[in-house]
T-cell receptor, first 112, second 109 residues
Framework: NAGVTQTPKFRILKIGQSMTLQCAQDMNHNYMYWYRQDPGMGLKLIYYSVGAGITDKGEVPNGYNVSRSTTEDFPLRLELAAPSQTSVYFC???????????FGQGTRLTVV | GQNIDQPTEMTATEGAIVQINCTYQTSGFNGLFWYQQHAGEAPTFLSYNVLDGLEEKGRFSSFLSRSKGYSYLLLKELQMKDSASYLCAVRDSNYQLIWGAGTKLIIKP
């Protein structure tokens, strides 16, 4: 059972470049989330989705974009990367809004 | 604003008991979660409290007092593998999860 799969695990971007972080889950969960985690800080919600075709902004959405065309996939797009986007990114999914979230292994992104 | 407070770091001895506290101020309350995160890994679920009282799950227990905006995670019979960060998260009135910065627990032999 794969759970939540994120790719890539590591990436170095130059300022101004763009990339897509992939996230897929095989648990048929409706809720999916993208978080970033900076050293010494709590997880910050970037975007979330409550089902295919529905996305909404979280706490820190600027500089990011998402789509949810299927239940399984929830890619995160970074346009015009900036050093402030250097962070560890986690994708997560949950069955309902009040149940535990399952996390992917994370993507460590460095923007130079 | 919304705020979750946890100690930054704690140290305990193998075989002992440790209590990690979490206080919160959020707009509404719809449950509190505890997650464990080993260095360089993803958070994994430990416990969920929505009503006042103690929830016990093996060596781990979690307590909630909604009137005090307070929770703790109790770890018994500490093992070296319990060395990790412990994250407290509260679901607010909009069902958004607000996360604390985490408590790094160091276990010494």
């Amino acid at each position: 059972n794969a759970g939540v799969t994120q790719t890539p695990k590591f990436r170095i971007l130059k300022i101004g470049q763009s990339m897509t972080l992939q996230c897929a889950q095989d648990m048929n969960h409706n809720y999916m989330y993208w978080y970033r985690q900076d050293p010494g800080m709590g997880l910050k919600l970037i975007y979330y989705s409550v089902g295919a075709g529905i996305t909404d902004k979280g706490e820190v959405p600027n500089g990011y974009n998402v789509s949810r065309s299927t239940t399984e996939d929830f890619p995160l797009r970074l346009e015009l990367a900036a050093p402030s986007q250097t962070s560890v990114y986690f994708c997560a999914s949950s069955d309902r809004e009040n149940t535990e979230a399952f996390f992917g292994q994370g993507t460590r992104l460095t923007v130079v | 604003g919304q705020n979750i407070d946890q100690p930054t770091e704690m140290t305990a001895t193998e075989g002992a008991i440790v209590q990690i506290n979490c206080t919160y101020q959020t707009s509404g309350f719809n449950g509190l979660f505890w997650y464990q995160q080993h260095a360089g890994e993803a958070p994994t679920f430990l416990s969920y409290n929505v009503l006042d009282g103690l929830e016990e799950k093996g060596r781990f227990s979690s307590f909630l007092s909604r009137s005090k905006g307070y929770s703790y995670l109790l770890l018994k019979e500490l093992q070296m593998k319990d060395s990790a960060s412990y994250l407290c998260a509260v679901r607010d009135s909009n069902y958004q999860l607000i996360w604390g910065a985490g408590t790094k627990l160091i276990i010494k032999p």
